[in-house]
């Protein structure tokens, strides 16, 4: 899939991850590479240790080095807009990500290319990821166990007083005429869309205190709605499913496979592999699953759909910045030779499969629905899973159940063969669903 000659970037339209407009999301990693390579900084521990894997790892030396040198070497690929070369190797990418490792997302608004910068690693790996040793890079166990290290020590710093430096009202703040808004608008739905509200009146914050009152980065973005934002629906009804996520409807798909090619173009589900091949995946195959994708600019926290007994829950670990072979140049197709730019994110349903994910089984007290199960999919850098729930608790309908940690992504609802779930929304429509609103119902 070429760029488009408006450079329009589907991570936007997919969830505001990136800039609309592809030559503002170059134009911000042009920035940052020039302001890394006058201002070099001795390696982050564990950059040293990464660096260290590449130098004594001759699989990992192959496939890091080569996933840079397959980037083709002409336009849009071979130089960013302030003339500097893009990323050739991997010291320079590990200088790169030193810069990351003490920065949080951020806004962007340059020349009136306005947008969130919501996926900076995910922004500097755009090309390398869609080469053929980016493919088997970012599927390899080693690399991921590391790179699991790096975005730990990046979380680090975005739950520290210092991450909230860009919760301000600058142009390149979070609560700056643009972030500000965007904010406002995106929470604007359900029982709230015709009010006139601000972000204070619908989060937990103190707008007079600085950075909005938060302590950090990650303190925001797990931020709570005030009471009353988002009622669960018909707390009464067991039959009726709240949905789990503030998020956009992406998929429904039926009769499901128990293990099929979900690395093939039109990403089926496979649940053997979805569910980490547990002990009750067995039970889903042939079943239903529901997919919806979560805003950059939303509610991160996950609340279960029924009532019901926490059966097991665990994360899977998995990898982060894998994207299947037909994003990329490695793409088995005739006359495909250009990367997708937004190739993390057009892999919605592939990820569901590779990605690390949280899982929960719920056993629901409607006799109807019965076993459920919940899983939470880490995106990129978006990849910390935390659940909050404990095997054998019971919980009710609308109870959170966990949260994404310095974003979101996407998630998914699994039920069993001969589950009649019906009346989910429509995938595609332009404006989320509010968390714990009507989802379907079971008959």
């Known amino acids: 899939m070429a760029p488009s000659k408006e450079h329009t970037h589907p991570l936007h339209h997919l969830g505001s991850w990136m800039p609309s407009d592809h030559d503002a999301h170059r134009e911000w990693l042009g920035g940052v590479i020039k302001h890394v390579d006058?201002?070099?900084?001795?390696?982050?521990?564990?950059?040293?240790?990464?660096?260290?894997?590449?130098?004594?790892?001759?699989r990992v030396y192959m496939l890091l080095e080569g996933m840079f040198k397959e980037v083709?070497?002409?336009?849009?690929?071979?130089?960013?807009?302030?003339?500097?070369?893009?990323?050739?190797?991997?010291?320079?990418?590990?200088q790169v990500l030193n810069h990351m490792l003490t920065t949080a997302p951020s806004w962007t608004?340059?020349?009136?290319?306005?947008?969130?910068?919501?996926?900076?690693?995910?922004?500097?790996?755009?090309?390398?990821?869609?080469?053929?040793?980016?493919?088997?890079?970012f599927l390899d166990p080693e690399i991921n166990a590391m790179l699991k290290k790096v975005l730990n020590a990046w979380g680090e710093y975005l739950r520290s007083p210092a991450s909230a430096d860009v919760l301000n009202s600058t142009s390149n703040g979070w609560f700056g005429e643009?972030?500000?808004?965007?904010?406002?608008?995106?929470?604007?739905?359900?029982?709230?869309a015709t009010e006139t509200l601000e972000f204070h009146q619908m989060f937990h914050c103190d707008p007079s205190a600085p950075n909005y009152g938060f302590k950090s980065w990650d303190d925001f973005f797990t931020r709570l709605f005030r009471d009353g934002m988002r009622p669960v629906a018909e707390p009464d009804n067991d039959r009726v499913l709240a949905n789990a996520c503030e998020s956009r409807p992406f998929r429904l798909a039926h009769n499901v496979k128990g293990r099929d090619r979900f690395w093939i173009k039109s990403q089926p589900y496979s649940v053997l592999d979805?569910?980490?091949?547990?002990?009750?995946a067995e039970q889903f195959v042939g079943g239903t699953v529901y997919q919806a994708f979560l805003s950059a600019l939303s509610y991160h926290r996950w609340h279960t759909p029924v009532s019901g007994k926490v059966v097991k829950a665990f994360v899977a670990d998995g990898t982060y910045y894998s994207e299947p072979l037909f994003e990329g140049v490695g793409n088995p197709l005739p006359h495909a030779q250009d990367i997708d730019i937004a190739?993390?994110?057009?892999?919605?349903?592939?990820?569901?499969?590779?990605?690390?994910?949280?899982?929960?089984?719920?056993?629901?007290?409607?006799?109807?629905?019965?076993l459920m199960?919940?899983?939470?999919?880490?995106?990129a850098e978006v990849s910390t899973c935390d659940i909050t729930v404990k095997e054998g608790q019971h919980i009710t309908k609308g109870d959170e159940?966990?949260?994404?940690h310095f974003g979101g992504s996407t998630h998914c609802l699994l039920f069993r063969k001969g589950v009649n779930v019906s009346g989910f929304p429509e995938p595609g429509m332009e404006e989320n669903m509010p968390v714990r609103s009507r989802l379907a119902v079971v008959s």
């Open 38 to 58: 006058n201002n070099e900084k001795e390696l982050h521990p564990v950059l040293k240790e990464f660096q260290d894997l590449i130098e004594t790892n001759t």
């Open 72 to 94: 083709p070497k002409k336009k849009p690929y071979s130089q960013d807009p302030t003339g500097h070369p893009e990323i050739r190797d991997y010291k320079h990418f590990l």
């Open 109 to 137: 608004d340059k020349a009136h290319r306005v947008g969130l910068v919501g996926l900076p690693i995910n922004a500097v790996l755009d090309w390398p990821m869609g080469t053929p040793s980016g493919y088997a890079a």
């Open 178 to 192: 643009t972030g500000h808004r965007d904010l406002t608008t995106v929470a604007k739905i359900g029982p709230t």
């Open 274 to 280: 979805m569910l980490a091949h547990d002990q009750y």
């Open 343 to 370: 190739g993390q994110v057009t892999s919605q349903a592939y990820i569901t499969s590779t990605a690390t994910r949280a899982i929960i089984f719920i056993e629901a007290d409607e006799p109807a629905i019965g």
């Open 373 to 379: 199960a919940f899983i939470g999919v880490g995106m």
């Open 401 to 404: 159940i966990g949260m994404f």
